[in-house]
T-cell receptor
Framework: KAGVTQTPRYLIKTRGQQVTLSCSPI?????VSWYQQTPGQGLQFLFE???????NKGNFPGRFSGRQFSNSRSEMNVSTLELGDSALYLC???????????????FGPGTRLLVL | SQKIEQNSEALNIQEGKTATLTCNYT??????LQWYRQDPGRGPVFLLL?????KEKRKERLKVTFDTTLKQSLFHITASQPADSATYLC???????????FGTGTRLLVSP
């Protein structure tokens, strides 16, 4: 099976712009989670989508949003970019059954976003 | 407040020795704990999962222990190799299964 893919891999934006990142999960996986990774804060959970519905959300401002399509592909959007949004954004898929635990997370390679 | 702590200092060991990494947590009631490996520029890769009612789990040269009384997990790599050099992250899922919370990771350097 192909792994989790993320596009683009690298992105440079300026403050105030918005950005959309894309994630294609492993075939058959219905759960997609997004994480932000920075040297200071580590890996922080943004949100999880399951069957096109947001199931869980982390402690991030409303500028961070996402969605999931019927084929389980997911996008996340960050509006009004700030310098502090510079980070590695990781997407992970999971064969979550919807009945409980996320179990194993399969991560993509990430999108490195630099905000100038 | 809730915390997951891993040693932020890099762990340097010689090839062939056993590496032991620590993950401590406070104010969590874990359903399970996972360990991941992350190489530079790549996403984390799942290694092992241990549930709250399990004491120990093994997979090849890897061993994880889980002590819910001490609120600690230990991750061991026996007969370590330079290829084991990476950052190792622990992640905890609370009961209620809301979200996976990660520690900041410990960098392991194995010298030949």
């Amino acid at each position: 099976k192909a792994g989790v893919t993320q596009t683009p891999r690298y992105l440079i934006k300026t403050r105030g712009q918005q950005v959309t990142l894309s994630c294609s999960p492993i075939s058959g996986h219905r759960s997609v989670s997004w994480y932000q990774q920075t040297p200071g804060q580590g890996l922080q959970f943004l949100f999880e989508y399951f069957s096109e519905t947001q199931r869980n959300k982390g402690n991030f401002p409303g500028r961070f949003s996402g969605r999931q399509f019927s084929n389980s592909r997911s996008e996340m959007n960050v509006s009004t970019l700030e310098l502090g949004d510079s980070a590695l954004y990781l997407c992970a898929s999971s064969p979550r059954t919807g009945k409980g635990s996320q179990e194993t997370q399969y991560f993509g390679p990430g999108t490195r976003l630099l905000v100038l | 407040s809730q915390k997951i702590e891993q040693n932020s200092e890099a762990l340097n060991i010689q090839e062939g020795k056993t590496a032991t990494l620590t993950c401590n947590y406070t104010n969590y009631s874990p359903a399970y704990l996972q360990w991941y490996r992350q190489d530079p520029g790549r996403g984390p890769v799942f290694l092992l999962l241990i549930r709250e009612n399990e004491k120990e789990k093994r997979k090849e040269r890897l061993k994880v222990t889980f002590d819910t009384t001490l609120k600690q997990s230990l991750f061991h790599i026996t007969a370590s190799q330079p290829a084991d050099s990476a950052t190792y992250l622990c992640a905890l899922m609370n009961t209620g299964f809301q979200k996976l919370v990660f520690g900041t990771g410990t960098r392991l350097l194995v010298s030949p």
